[in-house]
């Protein structure tokens, strides 16, 4: 989930979105010290931080009460040496889409998130067995460890420090940044497998994680594919997981024969749409082609080629949003039985039709509610 990244006193960890490997000539992370065992500054920092955060946020209780039976359920499955941390659920009463995790094992969801989960009980553990992953395996030290590798052994120069300490500052080349990016993505894609694992064992079946991650994306949760980028872009994250969201599945269905009858009940209808593809198919005609691959799905899909003149104006709570007039929808039905599914619109490029300033630039895929369950960006049309 997406949480900022701080200085040595900082604690999120984005889902956002780990291992210590040094860096190789291909720019592959290979091998590092692990974590030194008489570090403590990850766990003084948080006893520090942790009055001030718990005066911030409110008990997951009431409308968030879900959220705390679900903590209380994947807690239960940790191995007894990872029970030793101050756990405890935080509700952030500021309407963002954000979680993020402090080293002494409390867990931070702001409302906005919280409120997408609702009742959801998948949902719910999509996000929180991530954040616990980043505690048990301690991934805020391994950042900090990570940032004086940089500074020793590195050209570039990094000055670590406390930020409510003189002198505290950041200096770092483009190679070290590349290099301090390429390593939290992976941070946040080992959370992500540790996540699953943990979800399965306690119930929640694994593919209400990349649920969770389409519906972010569809609501304009910013997911960069830059160089710089501190946590992977959703399509890294479906591509690199792929065979965890299996050996997850495995794991669970081997456990709860019945997904009915599991914690998370049956798991959510899941849609991976990869890149669309566009082409001139003649004087004034477009083709499009999505590429659908769908889960758990019994019924059909539609898919929806979209027109909007602000991009950041789309869902609200997972619906897409409402358009004047018909001609800035185009809509198809798919039962998306094969492997990969291709939908194809064939379109006029006549802007005469569609509301000033405004272009095809979005495809959402719905369930039979109108919800949405995946969203994909169109190409800029080729000329």
Same mark, same amino acid.
């Given at each position: 989930?997406?949480?900022?990244?701080?200085?040595?006193?900082?604690?999120?960890?984005?889902?956002?979105?780990?291992? $210590?490997?040094? @860096?190789?000539?291909?720019?592959?992370?290979?091998?590092? !010290?692990?974590?030194?065992?008489?570090?403590?500054?990850?766990?003084?920092?948080?006893?520090?931080?942790?009055?001030? &955060?718990?005066?911030?946020?409110?008990?997951?209780?009431? *409308?968030?009460?879900?959220?705390?039976?679900?903590?209380?359920?994947?807690?239960?499955?940790?191995?007894?040496? +990872?029970?030793?941390?101050?756990?405890?659920?935080?509700?952030?009463? +500021?309407?963002?889409?954000?979680?993020?995790?402090?080293?002494?094992?409390?867990?931070?969801?702001?409302?906005? @998130?919280?409120?997408?989960?609702?009742?959801?009980?998948?949902?719910?553990?999509?996000?929180?067995?991530?954040?616990?992953?980043?505690?048990?395996?301690?991934?805020?030290?391994?950042?900090?460890?990570?940032?004086?590798?940089?500074? *020793?052994?590195?050209?570039?120069?990094?000055?670590?420090?406390?930020?409510?300490? !003189?002198?505290?500052?950041?200096?770092?080349?483009?190679?070290?940044?590349?290099?301090?990016?390429?390593?939290?993505?992976?941070?946040?894609?080992?959370?992500?497998?540790?996540?699953?694992?943990?979800?399965?064992?306690?119930?929640?079946?694994?593919? $209400?994680?990349?649920?969770?991650?389409? &519906?972010?994306?569809?609501?304009?949760?910013?997911?960069?594919?830059?160089?710089?980028?501190?946590?992977?872009?959703?399509?890294?994250?479906?591509?690199?997981?792929?065979?965890?969201?299996?050996?997850?599945?495995?794991?669970?269905?081997?456990?709860?024969?019945?997904?009915?009858?599991? /914690?998370?009940?049956?798991?959510?209808?899941?849609?991976?749409?990869?890149?669309?593809?566009?082409?001139?198919?003649?004087?004034?005609?477009?083709?499009?082609?999505?590429?659908?691959?769908?889960?758990?799905?019994?019924?059909?899909?539609?898919?929806?080629?979209?027109? +909007?003149?602000?991009?950041?104006?789309?869902?609200?709570?997972?619906? #897409?949003?409402?358009?004047?007039?018909?001609?800035?929808? #185009?809509?198809?039905?798919?039962?998306?039985?094969? /492997?990969?599914?291709?939908?194809? $619109?064939?379109?006029?490029?006549?802007?005469?039709?569609?509301? /000033?300033?405004?272009?095809?630039?979005?495809?959402?895929? @719905?369930?039979?509610?109108?919800?949405?369950?995946?969203?994909?960006?169109?190409?800029? &049309?080729?000329?």
């Amino acid at each position: 989930m997406e949480v900022a990244g701080t200085k040595r006193a900082g604690f999120h960890l984005l889902i956002g979105i780990t291992f $210590f490997w040094p @860096l190789s000539l291909a720019g592959q992370i290979t091998d590092i !010290p692990e974590v030194p065992s008489q570090f403590k500054l990850d766990m003084e920092t948080a006893a520090r931080l942790r009055p001030g &955060l718990t005066a911030q946020s409110i008990a997951s209780t009431g *409308r968030f009460a879900a959220g705390n039976l679900v903590f209380d359920r994947l807690l239960q499955v940790l191995p007894a040496s +990872n029970r030793k941390f101050a756990w405890q659920l935080r509700i952030v009463e +500021n309407d963002q889409l954000n979680a993020y995790a402090s080293p002494d094992g409390g867990i931070y969801v702001e409302s906005g @998130l919280a409120k997408l989960a609702g009742p959801s009980a998948g949902l719910w553990a999509a996000i929180l067995s991530h954040e616990i992953a980043h505690v048990m395996r301690r991934d805020w030290a391994r950042r900090y460890v990570y940032q004086e590798y940089l500074e *020793r052994g590195s050209a570039a120069t990094i000055v670590l420090g406390d930020p409510a300490l !003189p002198g505290a500052s950041w200096m770092d080349s483009d190679q070290a940044s590349a290099d301090l990016g390429r390593f939290c993505r992976r941070m946040e894609i080992e959370a992500d497998r540790e996540g699953l694992m943990m979800m399965a064992r306690a119930g929640y079946h694994p593919d $209400f994680v990349p649920a969770l991650h389409h &519906l972010l994306h569809a609501k304009g949760v910013a997911s960069s594919a830059s160089l710089y980028a501190m946590h992977p872009c959703w399509e890294e994250r479906d591509r690199e997981l792929a065979r965890a969201y299996t050996e997850a599945s495995i794991d669970f269905e081997h456990r709860w024969r019945e997904w009915y009858a599991s /914690p998370g009940g049956n798991p959510p209808v899941v849609v991976f749409a990869e890149e669309p593809t566009v082409k001139k198919n003649g004087a004034k005609q477009w083709q499009l082609q999505v590429p659908l691959r769908c889960e758990n799905l019994a019924g059909a899909v539609e898919v929806v080629l979209a027109a +909007n003149a602000e991009r950041n104006e789309v869902m609200r709570l997972g619906r #897409i949003p409402e358009f004047e007039a018909g001609d800035h929808a #185009i809509r198809q039905l798919t039962g998306c039985t094969s /492997p990969t599914t291709t939908v194809v $619109f064939t379109f006029a490029e006549d802007r005469t039709t569609q509301k /000033p300033d405004s272009r095809w630039t979005d495809v959402y895929v @719905l369930d039979a509610w109108g919800s949405v369950l995946e969203r994909a960006d169109l190409p800029k &049309l080729p000329r």
